[in-house]
């Protein structure tokens, strides 16, 4: 498109077009700069758009897991996502030479405020404060992969479960995570269902959908947001399971519950499970499937994907891929993935189109937003790092949580997983943490320290 037909597409009141423009403006960078800089400051709705298609194509303009403290380093070439360094360098030349509001900028673009005027630290504020509980450790099926295999066999009592929200709701959080174990086998799912619901909070959880779905979960309204149903191998082997899950799938989806697949990518799975999972999703009309490499549980006793077995599973990442985009699914990673990995066009589009591969947001709201609860009433940083803990309590204060794990959850988030980080440009800039935490605690994995 010619600069002049950019121009009568962005000023169109038509959606789709101004968004075809703003598309063509930002991945054909630093070709129209002037038009990408020009309503930064002017035009409040277009550089809002313009900035969330660009923190896209250009991953450097994100938050990343902390703000990048030292300015960019020109002249210093990368052994990893070097193009993309160079990219930011010509990116930072452009804003200069188009003087660039360096408001709006800093407003937008987290990942650019170390090269603008004011490089403070910000907290953003926090949007939807969750926490996560596991209500109970008791499960049909138990998968040998699964990240709670050490999560005791016990669940939260009605009592104490009241006390939690209590909790809860003077810490001001709006969601309520419950996990396990498989949540809907919890004995009290109706009651906290319709308690959560009462008390003006929302819901949303993973589950096999293999198990009997609890009364509430289809008389409630809008109570349950989303849920995330996992694709189990152990489902795919036994037909009951299989029509059990498949009913569920159908009563929830109708009655308007947001859904989103899961599969589990482990060493040892065949192609044909993956394109069985994109059936499903497809004779269901469900448009979102969720991959992850598998994690450490806390001892790390589980079948999970080890860095070595990573290697030769990207295959299978890639073939998914592929085969989404062909049916127009919508895949995603749930888990930060080390990109350096993986073929440089793979990671590349991995990257664009998920603003998390490679960081999670453990670290918002203090290093609070991933909080959960255990079995046995401890709070941990997430599911997947259960080092600091600290025990629930009635008169325990958030700030009290955000001492002990926000240190904590930050050391974590910035070690490097192997040696050759420090040479990659999305280290220095804070935008990958290398993988999920729970590979970084070194009492998994027999003691032994990520990486190389
Ligand atoms: S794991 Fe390290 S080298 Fe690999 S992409 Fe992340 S920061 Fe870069
Ligand atoms: S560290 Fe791992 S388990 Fe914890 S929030 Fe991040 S991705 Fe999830």
Request: aromatic share 10%; with cysteine; proline share 5%.
């Amino acid at each position: 498109m010619t600069k002049e037909e950019l121009h009568i597409l962005l000023a169109s009141d038509d959606m789709p077009f101004r968004k075809a423009a703003i598309d063509e403006i930002v991945c054909t960078f630093p070709e129209h700069a002037d038009l990408f800089f020009a309503p930064f400051g002017q035009d409040d709705e277009l550089a809002l758009a313009m900035a969330n298609a660009a923190k896209q194509w250009m991953p450097f303009l994100r938050d990343g897991h902390a703000e990048p403290v030292n300015p960019f380093d020109a002249g210093k070439n990368y052994a990893y996502f070097d193009s993309m360094a160079k990219h930011y360098g010509a990116f930072l030349r452009e804003m200069h030479k188009h003087h660039a509001d360096q408001d709006a900028l800093w407003h937008h673009f987290p990942g650019l405020r170390a090269e603008l005027k004011d490089a403070t630290p910000h907290e953003e504020p926090v949007k939807n404060r969750q926490l996560m509980v596991f209500v109970t450790g008791r499960c049909n099926l138990h998968c040998p992969y699964c990240f709670s295999k050490e999560l005791k066999r016990m669940s939260i009592s009605r009592e104490d479960m009241t006390r939690v929200l209590d909790w809860a709701q003077r810490a001001n959080v709006k969601s309520i995570l419950p996990c396990g174990g498989e949540p809907l086998l919890y004995e009290h799912m109706d009651w906290l269902i319709e308690e959560v619901g009462q008390r003006g909070l929302k819901v949303y959880f993973a589950t096999n959908l293999s198990v009997p779905l609890p009364e509430s979960v289809l008389r409630q309204e809008g109570i349950i947001e989303q849920l995330h149903v996992h694709l189990t191998e152990e489902i795919f082997r036994n037909e009951h399971l299989m029509q059990t899950f498949l009913h569920n799938l159908r009563l929830c989806r109708d009655k308007g519950i947001y859904i989103i697949l899961r599969g589990n990518i482990c060493e040892g799975n065949e192609t044909g499970l993956y394109d069985e999972w994109l059936r499903i999703a497809e004779e269901n009309n469900i448009r979102s499937l969720n991959v992850a490499f598998t994690i450490p549980s806390h001892t790390g006793s589980n079948r999970y994907v080890s860095f070595e077995a990573l290697r030769p599973t990207i295959p299978h990442l890639s073939y998914l891929w592929e085969q989404a985009k062909q049916r127009q699914i919508r895949l995603s990673v749930a888990k930060p993935l080390p990109l350096c990995m993986f073929p440089e066009d793979l990671a590349q589009e991995i990257l664009r189109t998920n603003l998390t591969a490679t960081y999670c947001n453990i670290g918002e709201d203090g290093g609070l937003h991933n909080l959960s609860l255990s079995t046995d009433l401890r709070f941990s940083p997430c599911l997947g790092v259960d080092e600091p803990s600290v025990a629930f309590a009635d008169d325990l204060q958030w700030n009290d949580l955000k001492a002990v794990f926000s240190p904590a959850v930050r050391t974590m988030l910035s070690q490097p997983l192997f040696a050759h980080c420090k040479d990659c440009f999305l280290y220095n800039r804070n935008l990958c943490q290398g993988a999920c935490l729970s590979f970084k605690q070194e009492s998994r994995n027999g003691g032994a320290s990520c990486g190389e």
